[in-house]
């Protein structure tokens, strides 16, 4: 595989399934636009955060509703895929100590799981 450098070409979203990746990082794509490898750190870090089904959908919704409003208060970007599972862009610098507070309540209480998308290395698929 051949990769190119496509410009300053950067991630525009946090990501959801790929590690090692985060919002700003500068990528090399390869010849069929695949990421192959980051070439240049944004220093940003993405944390995921999923959310276990309930019965009780009236806990999701406001567990759902706190970790919204944190995180726009908190002037941070996210993206949602389904209504459980988050990803957001923490920057360099911000201290959003409400979100986490919020997000660890949900882990402790085992109602979540959460994740630092640096936890391992950026890699390809084989």
Do not use: C
């Not at 500068?26 to 192959?36: D, E, H, K, M």
């Not at 276990?52 to 941070?76: C, F, N, S, W, Y």
């Not at 996210?78 to 201290?95: C, F, L, M, Q």
């Amino acid at each position: 595989m051949t990769n190119r450098l496509v410009g300053p070409k950067a991630t525009t979203s946090p990501k959801f399934q790929t590690y090692g990746l985060a919002l700003g990082d500068r990528v090399r794509l390869s010849a069929n636009n695949q990421v192959g490898e980051v070439v240049g750190s944004s220093s940003h870090r993405a944390l995921r955060m999923l959310l276990m089904p309930t019965p009780h959908r009236k806990q999701l919704t406001e567990t759902v509703d706190r970790i919204r409003t944190e995180i726009d208060a908190a002037g941070l970007l996210s993206e949602w895929n389904g209504d459980r599972h988050v990803a957001v862009d923490i920057p360099p610098g911000a201290k959003p100590s409400t979100l986490f507070d919020i997000m660890q309540r949900e882990v402790s209480e085992g109602r979540a799981f959460w994740e630092w998308a640096d936890a391992m290395p950026f890699s390809t698929p084989n």
